[in-house]
């Protein structure tokens, strides 16, 4: 029996590497013969890097980049065996870098997610995978692309300071500065969002609050978004603010495809690319994924969603195993999984159930008892 596992990590207990050999293990009680492949895979948010590193073979480098705030910070990032960076912008840029009250969009800036990027390019790194989720900021990108060389001025030929409020002070983009080896790199984006850049469904107005703006920042951000988005448009033709996606991590979607030329697909289908899980699917006699949650957000993307699709696609079984069980759930079993597993086995607190090796356990022991049902085939 050939069975592939790729599971997304239970987060906050177990790393994708973690659930999909303790359900390994479980698998093995019961077909010690069993030739069992495990993919740590991710959706291109958090533990993307971690999944594409652990995967193949690949190494971290850690260099000091500028926090949302401009404040020094250590962040890591992937390179793997062929020299694709991997990085995500949450680890220069993200929201949890910030305490509560340092959350203002106003001032919060892509530039050190931009340093991370021409590290990598500094490194020859020429194919990026970027995972953009998590984001801390509303600048539509800018300060990333500042940091890359990209100049965005005001009426006096001066950069604009970081944040949304330099973006409503842009009156004129330059790119003489810009990294010239850029032209040479590929960029595919990590992005499971679809909003566009402006409007009632626009960062600003969607995703802007969770990040610190209050109703009179959320006005002021629509309109700079707007005339940036008219700039560019004067600027690039062929610049797209209502293209889905382009709303993604407060702008920087729309950024990296106009500047950097970039690819934004499904995160989840750009690491099932990257590791060659398809051709492994398609000689799997049977198909095991999972998450830490389950429920009716899993289709929109996620990572069981994105494994069942493609096992699908070879007529294979498709198992899930899961921390709980959400509202909605049921919905998985129109995308292809077949059946799904919570694998909690005693009332306990939710402390207690993500403690690493109970979770391990359990998973493990009911990975165990659902295989013993394969016996009978």
């Given at each position: 029996?050939?069975?592939?596992?790729?599971?997304?990590?239970?987060?906050?207990?177990?790393?994708?590497?973690?659930?999909?050999?303790?359900?390994?293990?479980?698998?093995?009680?019961?077909f010690p013969d069993a030739e069992i492949t495990v993919y740590p895979v991710a959706d291109g948010g958090e533990g993307?890097?971690?999944?594409?590193?652990?995967?193949?073979?690949?190494?971290?480098?850690?260099?000091?980049?500028?926090?949302?705030?401009?404040?020094?910070?250590?962040?890591?990032?992937?390179?793997?065996?062929?020299?694709?960076?991997?990085?995500?912008?949450?680890?220069?840029?993200?929201?949890?870098?910030?305490?509560?009250?340092?959350?203002?969009?106003?001032?919060?800036?892509?530039y050190g997610f931009g340093e991370l990027i021409a590290d990598a390019v500094y490194q020859g790194c020429r194919r990026f995978i970027l995972g953009i989720g998590g984001s801390a900021t509303n600048d539509c990108g800018i300060g990333c692309l500042q940091a890359l060389g990209f100049g965005f001025c005001d009426k006096g030929g001066k950069q604009v300071p970081h944040g949304a409020a330099g973006l409503a002070k842009v009156h004129h983009i330059t790119e003489d500065?810009?990294?010239?080896?850029?032209?040479?790199?590929?960029?595919?984006?990590?992005?499971?969002?679809?909003?566009?850049?402006?409007?009632?469904?626009?960062?600003?107005?969607?995703?802007?609050?969770?990040?610190?703006?209050?109703?009179e920042m959320i006005e002021k951000m629509e309109q700079s978004m707007q005339r940036?988005?008219?700039?560019?448009?004067?600027?690039?033709?062929?610049?797209?603010?209502?293209?889905?996606?382009?709303?993604?991590?407060?702008?920087?979607?729309?950024?990296?495809?106009?500047?950097?030329?970039?690819e934004?697909?499904?995160?989840?289908?750009?690491?099932?690319?990257q590791t060659g899980l398809a051709a492994a699917i398609r000689?799997?006699?049977?198909?095991?994924?999972?998450?830490?949650?389950l429920d009716a957000q899993t289709v929109m993307g996620k990572v069981p969603a994105g494994i069942a699709k493609t096992a699908k696609k070879y007529g294979k079984p498709v198992i899930a195993f899961c921390g709980c069980v959400g509202e909605g759930a049921e919905i998985c079993n129109q995308h292809g999984i077949d059946a799904y597993f919570p694998i909690l086995r005693a009332v306990t607190t939710a402390e207690e159930a993500m403690e690493p090796d109970t979770a391990g356990k359990n998973l493990a022991d009911t990975a165990e008892q659902v295989f013993r049902l394969f016996r009978f085939k």
């Amino acid at each position: 029996m050939k069975i592939v596992i790729a599971a997304d990590s239970f987060k906050g207990s177990l790393s994708s590497a973690d659930a999909g050999h303790a359900a390994a293990s479980g698998i093995l009680r019961v077909f010690p013969d069993a030739e069992i492949t495990v993919y740590p895979v991710a959706d291109g948010g958090e533990g993307t890097v971690d999944a594409l590193v652990s995967g193949s073979g690949g190494a971290y480098r850690t260099v000091t980049v500028s926090d949302p705030l401009d404040r020094p910070v250590q962040a890591q990032y992937g390179i793997l065996p062929d020299q694709t960076a991997v990085i995500e912008m949450a680890a220069a840029s993200g929201l949890p870098l910030l305490s509560g009250p340092e959350r203002n969009p106003m001032h919060t800036t892509t530039y050190g997610f931009g340093e991370l990027i021409a590290d990598a390019v500094y490194q020859g790194c020429r194919r990026f995978i970027l995972g953009i989720g998590g984001s801390a900021t509303n600048d539509c990108g800018i300060g990333c692309l500042q940091a890359l060389g990209f100049g965005f001025c005001d009426k006096g030929g001066k950069q604009v300071p970081h944040g949304a409020a330099g973006l409503a002070k842009v009156h004129h983009i330059t790119e003489d500065a810009v990294l010239p080896a850029l032209r040479e790199c590929q960029f595919h984006v990590a992005c499971d969002v679809t909003n566009p850049l402006c409007g009632r469904n626009g960062c600003s107005k969607v995703f802007a609050p969770q990040k610190g703006a209050d109703a009179e920042m959320i006005e002021k951000m629509e309109q700079s978004m707007q005339r940036f988005s008219a700039l560019v448009k004067a600027y690039d033709p062929d610049s797209d603010a209502d293209r889905s996606g382009s709303g993604a991590a407060g702008g920087l979607g729309f950024a990296l495809r106009t500047f950097l030329h970039a690819e934004l697909k499904p995160g989840i289908d750009i690491v099932i690319r990257q590791t060659g899980l398809a051709a492994a699917i398609r000689h799997a006699d049977i198909v095991v994924t999972g998450e830490g949650r389950l429920d009716a957000q899993t289709v929109m993307g996620k990572v069981p969603a994105g494994i069942a699709k493609t096992a699908k696609k070879y007529g294979k079984p498709v198992i899930a195993f899961c921390g709980c069980v959400g509202e909605g759930a049921e919905i998985c079993n129109q995308h292809g999984i077949d059946a799904y597993f919570p694998i909690l086995r005693a009332v306990t607190t939710a402390e207690e159930a993500m403690e690493p090796d109970t979770a391990g356990k359990n998973l493990a022991d009911t990975a165990e008892q659902v295989f013993r049902l394969f016996r009978f085939k």
